[in-house]
C-alpha cells in the first residue's frame, strides 16, 4: 500500500510482535459501494503468516498490504480510529484492498495510503474510498492538511487522486526534475510527486 502508489514510501520493518487490539469498537466508514473497515487482530496476523481468510478477493493481500500489516506491531496508531482500514465491498463482503492514514499527523500534515487489488481496479473503487478517508481525515484532531504522494510513473494513481480532488503541490517535484526527491522512507531513490486535498468548505 502507498501513498497512492501500491508499493509507498514505508518506514522501517516490524518487530514481529502482535499488534495490541483497539481499547473501543471503531465505526465504519461507508460509502456508495464500499465500507471503509478497520483491521482485526486476527486479519492482520492472518497477513503476516501468510494464512488465507474466507472474505478476502483472490488477490487479497497484495504487497503493500504485507508491508503495512508488518508494521502494525511497531506503529499502534495505525490501527486507531485515524489509522489504516480495509476496503470491503458492500455487495459480497470481500476485502478488494486497503486504505490508511499515516497517523499521527506532523505539524498539522497527514498523508494518506491506498491500495485495491488488480482483480478491482478500474471500478473507481480506490477514488470512493479516498475521497471518503480523506474528509474523515480532515475532521481528525490537529489536522490541517492531507496529502499523498506517488511517482510519475504511476498514471493510473495520479488519476485517483485528480478524480479524488487532490491537486499537485507547487512544491513537489517535477518528475523532470531528479534531483528533487532524492530518496523516499524505504531510501529508495526516484522522483515522487505530492498531491494535496483542498480542506472542506466550511473549514
Known amino acids: 500500500m502507498s501513498s497512492s502508489t501500491q508499493s509507498s514510501s514505508q518506514p522501517a ?4 510482535e502482535s499488534p495490541a487490539p483497539a481499547a473501543e469498537p471503531i465505526p465504519d466508514l461507508t460509502t456508495s459501494r464500499l465500507i471503509l473497515r478497520p483491521w482485526t487482530v486476527a486479519e492482520v496476523e492472518a497477513v503476516v503468516s501468510g494464512d488465507r481468510l474466507a472474505h478476502w478477493a ?3 493481500p497484495s504487497e503493500g498490504d504485507h508491508v503495512i500489516a508488518g508494521l502494525f506491531a511497531e506503529r499502534p496508531a495505525w490501527l486507531g480510529p485515524y489509522g489504516h482500514r480495509q476496503v470491503v465491498e458492500r455487495d459480497g463482503g470481500l476485502v478488494v484492498g486497503s486504505i490508511g492514514l499515516f497517523w499521527p ?3 498539522g500534515e497527514l498523508e494518506l495510503g491506498y ?27 490537529g489536522v490541517k492538511s492531507v496529502h499523498a504522494t506517488v511517482e510519475p510513473s504511476n498514471p493510473p494513481s495520479i488519476r485517483v487522486l485528480e478524480k479524488a480532488g487532490f491537486q499537485r503541490c507547487d512544491d513537489g517535484p517535477s518528475p523532470a526534475d531528479e534531483s ?24
Do not use: C, K, M
Not at 520493518?13 to 514481529?16: D, F, P, Q, V
Not at 487489488?117 to 470512493?128: D, F, I, L, P, Q
Not at 528533487?180 to 473549514?203: H, I, K, T
Open 13 to 16: 520493518a516490524s518487530s514481529g
Open 58 to 60: 483472490a488477490d487479497f
Open 105 to 107: 499527523p506532523s505539524d
Open 115 to 141: 491500495g485495491i487489488v488488480e482483480s478491482r481496479r478500474g471500478r473507481g473503487y480506490a477514488t470512493e474510498a479516498v475521497q471518503a478517508l480523506t474528509e474523515f481525515a480532515y475532521a481528525a484532531p
Open 180 to 203: 528533487a526527491s532524492p530518496a523516499d522512507e524505504n531510501g529508495e531513490g526516484g522522483v515522487v510527486l505530492r498531491y494535496q486535498a483542498p480542506p472542506p468548505a466550511a473549514r
